[in-house]
């Protein structure tokens, strides 16, 4: 079992940057695919990006070139990093094994973009 906490979500305004972090309370990320999720306000939960040994980093389209996926194995931590932000990328932000598992997720962060 594995617990994630994720947190630095805030408000922002369009065009701004946030760092989202992911800690884990065993050590996953240098042996696990991880991914970032995200579900806005009655949509699915889908991945935005994704890190593993085998496949490198993946994004979703929408935020390729903006978004950045990175994992620190001394820290056990992962990291969002998300640039050039848009009112579309509001929601609830969460990290998870890629695929996730569904006992594993946390109580994400918040990120809301608006002006």
């Known amino acids: 079992q594995v617990q994630f906490v994720e947190s630095g979500g805030g408000l922002v305004q369009p065009g701004g940057s946030l760092t989202l972090s992911c800690a884990a309370s065993?050590?996953?990320?240098?042996?696990?695919?991880m991914g970032w999720y995200r579900q806005a306000p009655g949509k699915q939960r889908d991945l935005v990006a994704g890190?593993?040994?085998?496949?490198?980093?993946r994004y979703a389209d929408s935020v390729k070139g903006r978004f950045t996926i990175s994992r620190d194995i001394a820290k056990n931590t992962l990291s969002l990093q998300l640039n050039s932000l848009k009112p579309e990328d509001t929601a609830v932000y969460y990290c998870?094994?890629?695929?996730?598992?569904?006992?594993?997720w946390g109580q994400g962060t918040q990120v809301t973009v608006s002006s």
């Open positions: 998870n094994l890629d695929p996730p598992r569904n006992d594993y």
């Open positions: 065993r050590s996953i990320f240098g042996v696990n695919a």
């Open positions: 890190v593993s040994v085998l496949r490198g980093t």
